[in-house]
């Protein structure tokens, strides 16, 4: 069991550009989460995968995110055209179907700053 | 109404003391909890899972759930500087995926 791993840890961007984020979760996970968490702030819901499919997404996020887990095993986060705003860890979560707790394992996040 | 809310602090105990964190929820159909911990620059982990009212012990770590109040709490004893971090309540999801987070409530034990 490695853990969730991220990539990359930090992100130092300028306006307008994209950037990427990878997630790994643990092996037999199936179910994967996107966490957006500011200073002071919980996590707050992006994204749910339930191996490929993209089941719920929140509200919340813009058209500029997108999410995919192409083969149901690692997950990438997009955001285009960044902004200020967007400066946040982004972090990703993985948990086992039909795990007795039902427990979000994280991983250690993408820390993005936009100039 | 947040669907999660905590104080978010900062509570500051004496080393040695009972650190007391609340947290108060709107979905009745909410039927188990979990605390993380988060230090600072790092990602949450699980301390503790809650699904019956009542408490349940784990070492220095007592959750306290009670449904009818729509209340659940986490008691730390003989507090230690180490706790000192960003506690995070939420409950296990009803009738949707995702998981909801409190705004977490930071401790700061003081030596």
């Known amino acids: 069991d490695t853990g969730v791993s991220q990539d990359p840890r930090h992100k130092i961007t300028k306006r307008g550009q994209n950037v990427t984020f990878r997630c790994d979760p643990i092996?037999?996970?199936?179910?994967l989460y996107w966490y957006r968490q500011t200073l002071g702030q919980g996590p707050e819901f992006l994204t749910y995968?339930?191996?490929?499919?993209?089941?719920?997404k929140s509200r919340l996020l813009s058209d500029r995110f997108s999410a995919e887990r192409p083969k149901g095993s690692f997950s990438t986060l997009e955001i285009q055209r960044t902004e200020q705003g967007d400066s946040a860890m982004y972090l990703c979560?993985?948990?086992?179907?039909?795990?007795?707790?039902?427990?979000?394992?994280f991983g250690e996040g993408s820390r993005l700053t936009v100039l | 109404q947040k669907e999660v809310e905590q104080n978010s602090g900062p509570l500051s105990v004496p080393e040695g003391a009972i650190a007391s964190l609340n947290c108060t929820y709107s979905?009745?159909?909410?039927?188990?909890f979990f605390w993380y911990r988060q230090y600072s620059g790092k990602s949450p982990e699980l301390i503790m899972f809650?699904?019956?009212?009542g408490d349940k012990e784990d070492g220095r770590f007592t959750a306290q759930l009670n449904k009818a109040s729509q209340y659940v709490s986490l008691l730390i004893r003989d507090s230690q500087p180490s706790d000192s971090a960003t506690y995070l309540c939420?409950?296990?999801?009803?009738?949707?995926?995702?998981?909801?987070f409190g705004t977490g409530t930071r401790l700061k034990v003081l030596a």
């Open positions: 979560a993985s948990k086992r179907q039909g795990a007795n707790t039902g427990e979000l394992f």
């Open positions: 092996s037999e996970h199936n179910r």
């Open positions: 995968f339930q191996n490929e499919a993209q089941l719920e």
């Open positions: 979905d009745r159909g909410s039927q188990s």
């Open positions: 809650i699904y019956s009212n």
């Open positions: 939420a409950p296990r999801p009803s009738g949707t995926y995702k998981y909801i």
